[in-house]
């Protein structure tokens, strides 16, 4: 019985270019290691300015946690993207921290001055990050969270999921 072979594309290898075997490796190593969130902050301070929406967000790290680290700053913000995805919130960011009795900055649907220009400036980047999606802390289902230094009555009812920081997050 003769055997027949199937005719396999030509695929490109390292030998095929013209790039040095190193420079191919150096390619490689940096496409693997996906980056850490300090590293994409820094290429975040200086991105395009933010919209109404992406603003707000910001409004809320820089209110809510821009005394933490950056893994509890991306954390709150977090959770107003999963708020306004989860159709129990309003659909926007802006309406999900202007909401009524979540978030303790606002009053009266406004936000006060920002006075701390490079924590508004970090609070930016963090918000790139997150509106790129190129970094997660906290999974899409969690929604609320609080300080870890008070114990709101409703915390007993939901199942923590993680502490960043000095906040505790729920789903």
């Not at 027949?4 to 390292?14: D, E, G, H, R």
């Not at 999900?96 to 924590?119: G, Y």
Request: charged share 25%; with cysteine.
């Amino acid at each position: 019985m003769a055997q027949t072979f199937q005719q396999l594309p030509v695929v490109s290898s390292i030998w095929d270019r013209e790039t040095p075997v190193e420079d191919f490796q150096a390619e490689l190593a940096e496409a693997e290691a996906p980056k850490s969130l300090p590293e994409l902050v820094e290429d975040y301070r200086h991105g395009e300015a933010l919209d109404e929406q992406g603003r707000c967000l910001a409004t809320a790290i820089y209110f809510e946690a821009r005394g933490e680290d950056l893994e509890g700053q991306l954390a709150v913000a977090d959770v107003v993207k999963n708020r306004a995805m989860s159709g129990k919130y309003p659909s926007d960011w802006c309406n999900v921290i202007k909401q009524r009795a979540q978030f303790s900055f606002v009053e009266n649907r406004r936000f006060p001055a920002i006075r701390d220009n490079k924590a508004w400036e970090i609070a930016q980047a963090v918000a790139r990050v997150a509106i790129d999606e190129a970094h997660e802390i906290v999974p899409d289902d969690v929604l609320w969270y609080h300080a870890d230094y008070v114990a709101p009555v409703w915390g007993k009812r939901l199942n923590k999921v993680a502490k960043v920081g000095v906040h505790i997050f729920y789903s």
